[in-house]
């Protein structure tokens, strides 16, 4: 959270009135602080002490929108709130504008069923492509369903004959998994995750790579970022469940 609020805090000036109840006069300086005419500069925010004799000011620097180090508020951490922690995520149904249903179901057996019911449903997870169709080439989905969150879609493991890789693993994951993997084993034994990792290199942005997926952007095949020739390559194979739960396997180079 401290990056997001620091790269707020440029687009943020003070304004000492909003601090003061009084409207000040022309040429008078209202301490932030008390709320009272001050005479030790406005350019100063100053602790406030009250004696019979009036208010003294103890002066100390103040903090300019433009330091977004943090380092004047290291005592101030921020951290991540416990109740987003805890939190269980929930299947999701929403209705949107013209008819759109979204739908976002946490077990592969509601999916297919979602998907039984909604033939023509589109799947997505980060929605870097069906946002581009719907966007700019007016592609209309009134039905779609996130996958997101399904564990079996999620799996990531390395094993004897290769990675075992879910559909909606991200591409920054498998990258950072990859590199892991090019790390500890053998040379020879790495060539194909080499090749794949090397590629996802090009792959857009981090933003877009924390988000896309790896077999939204197997399905996708864009010409200008398509992994498909590599897991060709690799020999990969693809394991895949239709609407009814009927299991098959299909070659890269047959898919």
């Not at 009134?142 to 004959?161: A, M, W």
């Not at 996802?200 to 790896?214: E, I, T």
Request: glycine share 8%; net charge positive.
């Amino acid at each position: 959270y401290r990056p997001i609020i620091d790269a707020f805090r440029v687009f943020a000036e003070t304004d000492n009135s909003v601090y003061t109840k009084s409207s000040p006069k022309h040429g008078e300086f209202i301490c932030p602080s008390s709320g009272k005419p001050c005479s030790c500069g406005e350019g100063k925010v100053h602790n406030s002490e009250s004696s019979a004799g009036g208010s003294t000011c103890v002066e100390h620097r103040s903090v300019s929108h433009n330091e977004i180090d943090g380092t004047l508020y290291k005592e101030k951490e921020l951290i991540f709130p416990p109740e987003l922690v805890l939190r269980n995520n929930l299947p999701l149904k929403l209705h949107g504008f013209g008819g759109i249903r979204w739908y976002r179901p946490l077990k592969l057996k509601h999916l297919l069923d979602l998907k039984l019911l909604y033939p023509a449903a589109k799947l997505v997870v980060g929605n870097t492509e069906v946002g581009i169709e719907i966007n700019f080439k007016n592609a209309q989905y009134p039905v779609l369903i996130s996958v997101s969150h399904v564990p079996e879609l999620n799996v990531l493991s390395i094993k004897e004959n290769g990675p075992e890789i879910g559909s909606s693993v991200k591409l920054s994951r498998l990258q950072e998994v990859l590199k892991e993997v090019i790390e500890e084993r053998e040379i020879h034994e790495t060539s194909s995750c080499r090749a794949i990792s090397d590629q996802l290199k090009w792959f857009a942005g981090k933003q877009v790579k924390n988000v896309s997926s790896v077999g939204g952007n197997i399905c996708t095949k864009s010409p200008i970022s398509d992994s498909n020739p590599l897991w060709m390559a690799a020999r990969a194979d693809f394991h895949i469940v239709d609407s009814k739960g009927e299991h098959r396997t299909v070659h890269a180079k047959n898919y």
